[in-house]
């Protein structure tokens, strides 16, 4: 079915992701320092720059030998000298003696295993090796062992974490391509919005929605995020929206999108050029929710103005879609028992806030703490994330298992 039609309709959440997949454009590469690189996404292989280790390495403190002087009956050896972990190679000058070693070093040639500090008594220069067993490449890191130059190490799409980041930098990469980090802009609407801080009247309440998405989107790493405050009309609307959306690469509003006589922002978007894909989604909370795309510009997300519809539809389509056009290869699905029984009547795809708890078997469950309505944002402190559960009704059981969304 035509995009044009689906946006008419009420669509299901999974028709709502398919088509926020269909729509977006992949971002732009850009190559950066690897300090800057962490929360980035991948667009280059990885490719081993020596084998891995590249050098037999000693893997204990202690003295090399050549394993065949302690099977002909050797049990003192003379520590001729050190070799440390940066250090040239050493040789051996006779299987009578041994070099001391750092863990981390090269195993000086003409040794072929390392015996451990703490099985040694070394005295006047002498080390004497006790009766053990001793054979021939114990406690040495052989070269290649973990991988050979070469090797792939990491694929175009990786998310870059700590491990992924070391990888990188052990590969000799100084610098790396990764997706450019979309310019976003989050946009509350609502002449009744106050800024924290300053003076308020009976009538007017806090604007907290901007600050919770933004908070959101930079514990993921994005970090180029503006913030702008809209009122509830149609001039202003047009002209700064109009700026905003060429200025930026991705728009989330909240607020303005349901049908009241000022929910004003799907109309203006649309007098902008924005072409509307879809208007409502089959779910509680976050049904008036709207996304469009504009010829070679931003997409743009209009979320629900109460604050836990925000926050869910932050979480259930936003980040993902973000992700996406990052180039993530892949995006964890991460699954959970609901702790106890719900009950949910409504014909509408539930999103549940909960608290991950954990069980005596360190089993992780999820226990539902409903708010008090979409507005009950203070509902939301300290809880996990949410839930999502099919559409009612029906009564869930304890231990059905289900999606988690992190906040």
């Known amino acids: ?114 015996i451990p500090s703490e099985q040694l008594k070394l005295s006047d220069g002498v080390a004497e090796v006790p009766d053990a067993e001793v054979r021939s490449g114990q406690n040495v890191h052989k070269r290649a062992s973990d991988g050979r130059q070469g090797d792939l190490l990491l694929e175009a799409g990786a998310l870059l974490r700590a491990p992924e980041i070391a990888v990188a930098a052990s590969a000799g990469m100084s610098r790396i391509r990764v997706s450019s980090q979309p310019t976003m802009l989050v946009i509350s609407t609502g002449n009744e919005l106050i800024e924290p801080g300053e003076p308020i009247l009976d009538y007017q309440i806090r604007r907290s929605n901007s600050y919770g998405v933004a908070a959101a989107l930079r514990q993921r790493g994005f970090l180029r995020v503006a913030d702008d405050h809209l009122p509830d009309d149609m001039a202003t609307l047009l002209e700064r929206l109009r700026l905003h959306l060429h200025t930026h690469d991705v728009l989330i509003l909240s607020g303005g999108v349901s049908m009241g006589r000022y929910d004003l922002v799907p109309k203006a978007l649309e ?43 932050l979480g259930r389509y936003v980040l993902p879609a973000l992700y996406q056009a990052m180039g993530l290869r892949e995006q964890r699905l991460e699954r959970i028992a609901i702790a106890e029984p719900v009950e949910f009547k409504a014909p509408l795809t539930s999103f549940l806030p909960v608290v991950v708890e954990y069980d005596d078997w360190g089993r992780p469950w999820a226990v539902p703490k409903p708010t008090n309505g979409s507005g009950d944002f203070s509902s939301l402190a300290g809880t996990d994330g949410f839930v999502e559960l099919p559409p009612g009704p029906n009564v869930w059981p304890k231990g059905f298992v289900t999606r988690i969304y992190r906040w």
């Open 1 to 114: 079915m035509a995009s044009a039609a689906w946006a008419r309709i009420v669509i299901t959440p999974a028709e709502a992701e398919t088509l926020i997949s269909q729509h977006l454009v992949c971002l732009p590469i850009e190559s950066l320092p690897l300090p800057q690189c962490m929360g980035a996404v991948l667009r280059e292989n990885v490719y081993a720059e020596r084998d891995q280790p590249p050098f037999d390495r000693v893997a204990m403190d202690g003295i090399a030998i050549d394993s065949s002087a302690w099977k002909a009956g050797r049990r003192k050896f003379r520590v001729e000298g050190l070799q440390a972990a940066g250090d040239p190679y050493r040789k051996l000058a006779t299987a009578e003696d041994c070099l001391e070693v750092m863990t981390g070093a090269v195993l000086p040639h003409g040794c072929d295993t390392v």
């Open 271 to 313: 007098e902008l050029g924005v072409r509307l894909v879809f208007h409502r989604i089959a779910q509680r909370p976050g049904r008036p929710m709207w996304f469009g795309i504009t010829e070679g510009g931003p997409a743009v997300f209009a979320l629900p103005g109460n604050p836990v519809s925000t926050l869910v539809c």
